[in-house]
Each structure stands twice: as structure tokens, then as C-alpha cells.
């Protein structure tokens, strides 16, 4: 849930991971408070972790949101005293403006239910974030694309070499995108390609990952009878379909469906499931460490 | 979801409610932070509400979870510090110890799902609470109420009039009790029973309120159609099927359910929307304000 | 669930409810089989119901899609028998031509959700439908409407006295459409209109009916602390929000969303059990019987 | 959902499944029309499925529910009417008697929420069948079962060599189960073991299949960081957990969870998916081909 209420001028967003210790809420409540910030919500937590044996030991998450009266002095004087708390610590931290929308870039192919749905969300509101360019290996859909008024890039996927269109995508989005999403974009990105991007890649994988990793989920769904269908939305890392979850839904279905009704039906949780992600990504709600994520309401 | 690490000697929970106040969070955590207390959770936030015409203005709420190394001492360090902080501001607080698990007291009828559920969890350590008592008018479940070693007391209704059963219920009640929950208890309890019980009190209701209220909510589904069947836990109040809710939940049906087996159905949903809304209550995750819940997860 | 197989040419859909009577499948099924019908489905139920005392007896119900090799000959013979077998007994059956794709016009006001998403699976081809026209109240949606192509005319509201703009929907609509959906169109139409319009009349409610009807459900919703909120898509009735039920579904939500948040959640539960119950009723899944409804996978 | 209406002396189900031939539904039918059997429910279909190229072409699936005046005669005259029928045409078909309950061994381990749900459940009279025995490797459920009035025998598993615990199990077992159910029998059984056996083995296993195979599934889940966690109930077949699915479901879970948190939540899935999987079976729901199954409402 995005906070409560309407981000206004003013209003920031700390994110805070690393090595529990104790008092820390404290010590960032109190830095919020020495400047005057008015906190409007506030969430620390430690989550439950296997024995220290092959974990170093528990991991503290925090997040703030809080609003300041004057953001051009009191937010420096924030980050100063949070680089003496935190930093040197091992812990991780970062301060968001919330009325800076991120800048988004989406890559497509073919299927646009997943895009669709994020550009008609982004209409109405519900996605703060800007949408300098999509990108797609396929013009069928530039129309869709641009009656939403986003400007659209036809990038094609180039066969078996995809360097050259890899270099190309590069180009458009490097420096001028927060945000990258894999709208059912139907290439693997190259792991030079991820080093490169300079911002997170969010992907949306058409099962209920880690089941049915790679091509043709729904086929391989059909064919081992399962009686849900899901899909997953993730960070991208080089390693395929294997990085780390944001979040995931199911769907049921049953012996009637065939492959193709599977697809049909998936198609619904793909656009639900990669919108939530996209949104809370964009809400600043969300840490990754060590491959997995905590995700604050 | 309850703490993520098992309470322990020295855990305790702090709730608060009242009007918003800028520094809440600050000044709530310095305290804790004074008497070196450890916080495990910290939770704060201001729900968004409708425009203030109808309403006082926005209501904060803060929940947290911490530990005190000398539990004798550090408390009342802090409560004294929250008496000087809160008290005069329209703020209601009240701190927990997680070590000493509630009194739980339960009544039932006939239908014994929602109470061997309970008792069941308890078993397994799911409930942190200790049930002196369960409270039927009718002596079916007593053996199943023994068999979990738990004493049980039959009081019949007595018909017309309730006020010697209530009476007796009284006795067994008042004092002996933190918490009152009517699992499937199929009787009305009077305005003057609920005044002098001295416990809140954590009724079932057998359909997704507000839809059906009162008797026979299977039978006014299936005549209405519906095709989802819910279940709502609420605290109870005078006004019948009106107090606040705490949880809710529902199961789909379809056209070949008739009355009997949305019953069948049904009993699984309450038995669930039960446990989680008394499991929530138990671990002081429930504050109930302005006919209306906020449950920490 | 649709056909598990593509509809051709020569595919139909029978459907039959009436008063119980033993060997009515074996009678159907053997008219089909007689005109040489190959049968992809077919599904005979009797539901449970209450006892007699208030209701006339077990009612059965029967769906059969076939395929015929000569439907010019074929289904009139078919038709023949299903005469002889079921009339004079109280049953009602249709039987429909699944490669005549139903004429839907959609009525919608200024919220554009529920329109799009069924202009969108149109589009998919997940709607055997024609859509001659959508009809607003509201000059907002028509770039929307138009983007896929459809028709699109403004009939301004009217104020207090609906009878002008009913009387020049009615123009439009009467003899054009075998169904009418009502796409979060915010009017309550009155009974002389229903009577006039020929053809049955699906409206999407905002809430889980029968909790909420009328005016404003979310706000109510808001302010009775519901857990999870609502749609419901029903056939049109004189009664508001009273006729037969054909889907419902949920969506969890907590205490930090304000009304507006509901709102917005809201709008994805209506759209999908909107469109799940057009595309039931454009599939002859729907049989609509005593104020309740069966609806077929 | 069973049959809708008690059944009664004289209630048979008839499943039937094959190469897909026109004219099944009428043949069947009219095979139990002529021998006056009234048809309570009726359902056949030929679900879709991908192209020929690995598959033999397109199977259908038939379920009748019936009652036959005089089953001593009726019956004998139905199955021969469909030796006749079906037999040297490649398909399967058994008939039930929906009065005459199955025997169902239960297995179990230490945990014993699946076991006890499905003893609670038998209890209510929504599983029809008699439970003659439950064995375990652990003395730890003996209580609990006795209470239920269900003969227990504890049959210690025997370490590495399992050939002496499987013989004396299948002494037990053999020839007095129409069904036996591992409600966390936490033992693999041998492919010589299950040969012997003689009836269905369902299994329920602690994760959404084909994610997360053999041991350890929640402690695999949290590592992967899911966002929901799952059951599966299937069939055993000698490879482990890859035998046809009946049944699925899943339970949402977050960054709060730890190991044992997953685990604990999903006992309420276990014993929910294992119970409806074993209810299907038992009402003759299910079948299994090609390693997939269909399951009848």
C-alpha cells in the first residue's frame, strides 16, 4: 500500500538494510526529529533467519517516510547525521524525494498485456514515475504505445547476435532511465548488457518461479498437470529467471485448459503481478539483499 | 505475523493510539532507547481518513516490539517516560509483557470447528495464551474440550430467560479472564452481561458482514445467490453483528451448493477467520478505535 | 472455462433448466446423437435445495455444446425434437449458434476501468462478442473507445428528468444488441426502460452485494472496517442491486486505506468480475432462473 | 463439490475415459435411461490439449452420478450394457457404489495436522469412507487417533534398511484398503512396496510441485525468497513427487517469515489440500491418465 496519504512537496522516503544493531530505531527517529521532520510512517523490523551457521548473523530493514518544511536545508542535515549513524556500520541507506517521480523505461515484444496495463496504470495515477521511452523489437505496439502519448522506439531484436541491438538499447536508456522494465520482453539481456544498464532491471516470468524456469512455462505447466498458474515478478541478474522475487501470484485453473487457455489466464496474473512489483519498487518499499526482498506494505 | 524470534523473558509490546502529533515515532523510541531497550519491531503510522467534517482529525497509531535486558526495573522506567510523553494528549497506550501469555476464556455451542481449531492451535503453540476455561450449553464437546486437558463447564442457556445463565457464566468469568471469545456460541448476550464481563470479547460471525447480520446466514446466501461466502470475527459490542472487525475471509461456491453445504463450506472459513483474529488480539496486534480496527501484521 | 476447443462453423450451444424429471439427459443426448451431433461437452445437474415447503421441487439444469456436420439441417431437427421432449413440461431451452458472435453494447459513464478492459479482451479475442457501440454519459471516454476502433456516442444525462436521454438510448440500442452491459455506468435506469430494451441487462455493483447497495459503497465500506471489499456483476432488475448475482470477488485491504484507496483497489476487482461475467453469458454458460443464477465452466 | 443431494441404497457413479468417439454421451446415456436409472448428474467432456505430434489425439472424460431402483438387477444390466459399449474401444470405466464407503489406511508421521484434519473431517461425515487403521513410525499420534475410535498400530520405520517396516505395513494394508493416504508419512516408499500395495497412495508434499522436490521444501522456499508457499496432493508413483497432481494451493507469505514461520503456515495448507484431494477421490472425482488427472466438481 502507497502511503496514506498524497506525497507533496516535501516528502522523502529512507530506506535502511544492514547488520542489526541495536537502537536504531532511535538513533534515525531521533535524526528525523532534531530536524523537524514529520514522520508518516515508520517500519523497522529484524526477520526470522536459519541459524548464524551459514548466515552472518540477523539483518535490520527500516523504512521512513516523513515530510520536511524546509527539504533544502533540513533533508542535508538528515543525510549528514545519518552518514555518522549508519555509515562505517555496514549499513545500506538511501533518502528518495517522493515528489521526484522515478524516470521508466519498458521493453516489450509482442504481447502487450503487461505493458498495457502499466502505461494505463501510469495514466490513472497509480505509478509515480515518468515514461521517457518504450522500447520494443516489435512495431505492433507503437499504436497502443503512443495513444497513451509515450514517445516509442522500435529497436529490432537482431537475430542470433543480439550486440548490436543490446548496444542500442544501451544507448537510449543509459543515463536516463531509474527504472528498467521487462515487459514480457521475450530476449535474454546479456550479462554485459546488465553491467552496463546502470539502473534495476524488473522482469516478469510467466510461472511461479522457481517452477518452470525458462521457455515455455505454460507448456511445461500443462504437461505436469499443475492445478494453479503463476507468474513472478524479479530483479534481473545474470543468472536466468533466478534473481531475486518481488512478489507473485497464482491463478486456478483446471483440466479444461489447454496450453493456449493457460497462456490466456496467465496472462492476467503476469500484468497484476509485474504492476504490483513495478509500484512498490517505485513507492521506494522495497530492499534486496542477499537474493531475496523485503517488501514493506 | 507474529515477532519474528520466539518472546522471551523480557519481551514486551507497546501500543499506542491518539490524535497525530509530529515526533511521535521520536519521541516513543528515544524513550525505549533510554532504558537501552532492543527493538525487535517498530511500526507507526497515520491512516489516511475521509475529510475532517465528519472527523476529529487524523488518528496515529505505533505498535512495537522490544526486549529489556532488567525487565524489573527498565518497564516502569519506560512507562513513566510514556506517562509524561502521552497522558494530556488524548493518547491511549498499554504495554504488554510477551512472556506472560493471556487468559483465555471460551464459550461454544454445539458446532465444535471454531473451538477445537483454537484449541488445537493452542496445542501446538500457536496461541500464546492459557485457557482455564471452555464454556458450553450444550455437553457434546466435552470430551473434546477434555481431551486437550483443558477443564470444561456445562451451563445450560435456559431458555426464555438468559439472566441465571449469563449470571452463572459471570461467576465463571469475571477475573479469571483477559480475553472472551464466543466460538460459535449460538446465544445473544445481554448489554448488561457484556458491561460486566471485564475482558473484551471476540465473537464469529458465520457470513461477510455487513451482509447477512443476525440468524441463519447460510440460508439468506444461498437464497440471495451469492457466489463467495465469508466469515467475520469482530469484537462484540451491544449492537448485534455490529462491533469492530478484526478479520474476515471468504470461500467460493457455486450454483450446486445448497444451504446445507454452504454450511459445510463455511465451517472452514470461520474456523480460520477466527484463529488469525484471536492469534492477532493475543500477541497485541488489535487496536480497536472509533468502531473500527487497525491490525499490525 | 470457454469450449476447450476453438468454435467453427457448426458449433452450438444448448442450454435447458426446468423441473426435474428422470431421463432427461438420456432424452437430450440421444435427439443429438440422433442427428448424428458430436458432443465437446455436456453437463446435467439437479442443485441442492431447501425442502419443499417453499419451494416447487428440484430444478434440473443442462448444457450441451455440440458440433454438426450440416447445422442447415441438423439443428432445426435437433430443434424438432427438444419441442416434442421438452415443452408442455415447464422447460425453458435455447439453443445458440457459438460462430454468431452476440451484439453487446456497452453503456459507461465518466470511470473508464471496466469499459477498457472489455474493449481490451475484445481485442484479444477472449469476447465472442460484436460491440456496435459504447454509449457514454461522458465526452471523457471517447478517445478510449475509439482507439479500438468501435463507435462511440455522447448521451448527456439529463438531469433529474432521465426520460429524454433513457428515451434516446433506447433508440440506439432496441433491435442492435443481444446484450447490454452496464460498464460502471453511474444511472439507475428505471423500470419502463428495462421493460423496453429487449435484451438482458448486466451491471457491475462496487461492492460484494448484498452488503453496500446503493450510493457511495466504498465510503461505507470504509466506515464499517471491512477486511476485504467487493464487486458484484448481476442481471439488471427493477429492484437496484437486487437481481440475480452471475460473479463476485474480493480483495484484501487494510486499515491503511482511506476510502480513495478502496476505491482504487476497488477498480481491479470490478473489472475482472465484470468481464468473467460477460464472457459467461456471450459463452451460454448462464442460465438465470427464480432470482439465482447457474453458471457452467 | 459432491453430489448435491445425500446419497442413498441405490446411488452409483460411473467414470469413464478414452480415445475421444462421437456419440459417447448419448450411448452412455441411454444405457442408463434403459435400465430407468435417474441421472442425478451428468458431465463429459474432451479437454483441449496440443497437437497430435505428441499425443495420441484428444481424450475424453465422462462422469455420471445415478440411482437405480433396484441396484441387484439395475446395475448387472448397466455394465453390461457397457462391456458392450466401451470395452475393446481403448477405455477405461469403473462403477462405485456410492453407498458402499471405501477403506482408507492413513500413514502418518510425527505431525499430525493432516492426519487429524482428516479424522475431524471423517468425523463430520464428509469423507465416506471407513478408516480401519492409521499406522505410524511414531507413538507420538496414538492419543490422538484413539480418541478418534480409530484402531492405531505403530510400525517403527526401521532406520536405513526399510524392507521390514514395509513388509510388516503392507501386511497390514493389503486387501483391506480401497485407498491408502500418507498424511505426512515422512518415509519414501520403495518402488517394490508400492507394486504390492494394491489401491491408490495419495501423498500430500510441502510445497507448490514441481518447486521445491524432496526434502526440505520450506527451508528451500526461504531461500529462494518466495512470496507464497504451497501444497501439492498427488498420486505416488515410483518417482518421487512426480506422480499426477489432484490438488493445489497456496498460502501468501513475506519477508517476516523465517523457516519455521513458512512451515507453520503451511501446515494450514497441507491439511486443506490433502483433505480435498482425498474427499475427490473418495467420491470417485478423480481420474488419472497420462500422468494427469481430472478432477469433477
Known amino acids: 500500500m502507497?502511503?496514506?496519504?498524497?506525497?507533496?512537496?516535501?516528502?522523502?522516503?529512507?530506506?535502511?538494510?544492514?547488520?542489526?544493531?541495536?537502537?536504531?530505531?532511535?538513533?534515525?527517529?531521533?535524526?528525523?526529529?532534531?530536524?523537524?521532520?514529520?514522520?508518516?510512517?515508520?517500519?523497522?523490523?529484524?526477520?526470522?533467519?536459519?541459524?548464524?551457521?551459514?548466515?552472518?548473523?540477523?539483518?535490520?530493514?527500516?523504512?521512513?517516510?516523513?515530510?520536511?518544511e524546509e527539504p533544502g536545508t533540513g533533508v542535508p542535515l538528515v543525510e549528514q547525521a545519518l552518514h555518522e549513524l549508519l555509515d562505517g556500520k555496514g549499513m545500506t541507506w538511501t533518502i528518495s524525494d517522493a515528489s521526484a517521480p522515478k524516470r521508466m523505461i519498458i521493453l516489450a515484444s509482442r504481447s502487450d498485456h503487461c505493458l498495457l496495463e502499466l502505461l494505463w496504470r501510469h495514466?490513472?495515477?497509480?505509478?509515480?514515475?515518468e515514461i521517457p521511452l518504450v522500447i520494443s523489437n516489435h512495431r505492433d505496439v507503437q499504436a497502443g504505445v503512443e495513444f497513451?502519448?509515450?514517445?516509442?522506439?522500435?529497436?529490432?531484436?537482431?537475430?542470433?547476435?543480439k550486440s548490436a541491438s543490446e548496444a542500442e538499447i544501451l544507448e537510449l536508456v543509459r543515463g536516463r532511465a531509474d527504472l528498467v522494465v521487462l515487459a514480457r520482453y521475450m530476449q535474454v539481456l546479456s550479462e554485459d548488457f546488465?553491467?552496463?544498464?546502470?539502473?534495476?532491471?524488473?522482469?516478469?516470468?510467466?510461472?511461479?518461479?522457481?517452477?518452470?524456469?525458462?521457455?515455455?512455462?505454460?507448456?511445461k505447466a500443462w504437461e505436469r498437470g499443475v492445478k494453479l498458474i503463476g507468474a513472478t515478478a524479479h530483479y534481473v541478474t545474470p543468472e536466468l529467471d533466478a534473481g531475486p522475487i518481488i512478489e507473485q501470484d497464482v491463478a486456478r485453473v483446471d483440466h479444461t485448459y489447454g496450453p493456449k487457455d493457460l497462456q490466456k489466464r496467465g496472462a492476467y496474473v503476469e500484468r497484476a503481478v509485474l504492476s504490483r512489483a513495478v509500484q512498490a519498487h517505485l513507492e521506494d518499499r522495497v530492499v534486496s539483499r542477499d537474493g531475496r526482498t523485503v517488501v514493506f506494505e
Open 2 to 68: 502507497s502511503e496514506t496519504r498524497p506525497p507533496g512537496l516535501g516528502e522523502f522516503r529512507l530506506l535502511v538494510s544492514g547488520p542489526e544493531h541495536p537502537g536504531l530505531s532511535a538513533a534515525v527517529s531521533g535524526a528525523l526529529a532534531e530536524q523537524g521532520a514529520d514522520v508518516v510512517r515508520f517500519d523497522q523490523l529484524t526477520p526470522a533467519a536459519p541459524a548464524p551457521a551459514d548466515h552472518a548473523g540477523p539483518t535490520s530493514y527500516l523504512r521512513a517516510a516523513f515530510r520536511v
Open 123 to 129: 495514466r490513472r495515477g497509480e505509478l509515480a514515475a
Open 148 to 161: 497513451f502519448g509515450i514517445p516509442f522506439v522500435h529497436v529490432p531484436s537482431g537475430g542470433e547476435d
Open 194 to 219: 546488465l553491467r552496463a544498464i546502470g539502473a534495476p532491471v524488473i522482469n516478469i516470468h510467466h510461472s511461479f518461479l522457481p517452477a518452470f524456469v525458462g521457455a515455455g512455462p505454460y507448456r
